[in-house]
């Protein structure tokens, strides 16, 4: 074999590594599965503004350190979605971000499907748990639910840069009080 078909394979076994070792960290090595605590892995801001634990069980979550968008999590609630829009404050213009695919009990077709077909719906879980970050809690008529993170408008405007206006909390205090 001459040098030339030694480095071809060489170039090409490098990249080989490389692509496999990417999507290894992207899909599996960074998300730690969440230890549920059994009492308040499941909240809902209600409509006077204080959050406060549902009735849940079966709770599966997966996060990572990597980026506030990762969380993702399932469970299975004898609250009713009518019963909730009495009680918890909703969320508008959700939706779900696909979930690693061997998190399977989260579905974000299926559940993008169940809120547009109006069989689920999604509510403020915790406005701004981080700058531009907002944690959103689904729950379907057959009692299952499904909680992750999604980029509020104040966060749109932070990541894009345009200027934050007043509706949306002073970025440096807010870092500063969490």
């Given at each position: 074999?001459?040098?030339?078909?030694?480095?071809?394979?060489?170039?090409?076994?490098?990249?080989?590594?490389a692509g496999?070792?990417?999507?290894?960290?992207?899909?599996?090595?960074?998300?730690?599965?969440?230890?549920?605590?059994?009492?308040?892995?499941?909240?809902?801001?209600?409509?006077?503004?204080?959050?406060?634990?549902?009735?849940?069980?079966?709770?599966?979550?997966?996060?990572?350190?990597?980026?506030?968008?990762?969380?993702?999590?399932?469970?299975?609630?004898?609250?009713?979605?009518?019963?909730?829009?009495?009680?918890y404050k909703?969320?508008?213009?959700?939706e779900p971000?696909?979930?690693?695919?061997?998190?399977?009990?989260?579905?974000?077709?299926?559940?993008?499907?169940?809120?547009?077909?109006?069989?689920?719906?999604?509510?403020?879980?915790?406005?701004?748990?981080?700058?531009?970050?907002?944690?959103?809690?689904?729950?379907?008529?057959?009692?299952?639910?499904?909680?992750?993170?999604?980029?509020?408008?104040?966060?749109?405007?932070?990541?894009?840069?345009?200027?934050?206006?007043?509706?949306?909390?002073?970025?440096?205090?807010?870092?500063?009080?969490?």
């Amino acid at each position: 074999m001459n040098l030339g078909k030694l480095m071809a394979i060489a170039i090409l076994l490098c990249g080989l590594v490389a692509g496999v070792s990417i999507y290894y960290l992207q899909v599996y090595y960074f998300y730690e599965e969440v230890v549920p605590t059994g009492t308040d892995d499941v909240m809902l801001t209600t409509l006077d503004g204080a959050r406060t634990a549902i009735p849940y069980a079966d709770f599966q979550g997966i996060d990572a350190d990597s980026s506030p968008i990762r969380y993702r999590a399932c469970f299975t609630t004898t609250l009713t979605p009518a019963e909730a829009a009495e009680t918890y404050k909703p969320y508008e213009g959700a939706e779900p971000r696909n979930a690693p695919g061997w998190f399977g009990c989260f579905d974000a077709e299926a559940i993008g499907d169940a809120i547009e077909a109006g069989t689920a719906r999604v509510f403020i879980g915790h406005r701004n748990m981080e700058f531009g970050i907002d944690r959103v809690v689904a729950i379907t008529d057959d009692g299952r639910g499904y909680v992750w993170h999604e980029i509020n408008d104040c966060g749109d405007k932070a990541y894009d840069g345009t200027p934050l206006g007043d509706d949306c909390p002073d970025r440096d205090s807010f870092e500063k009080d969490q």
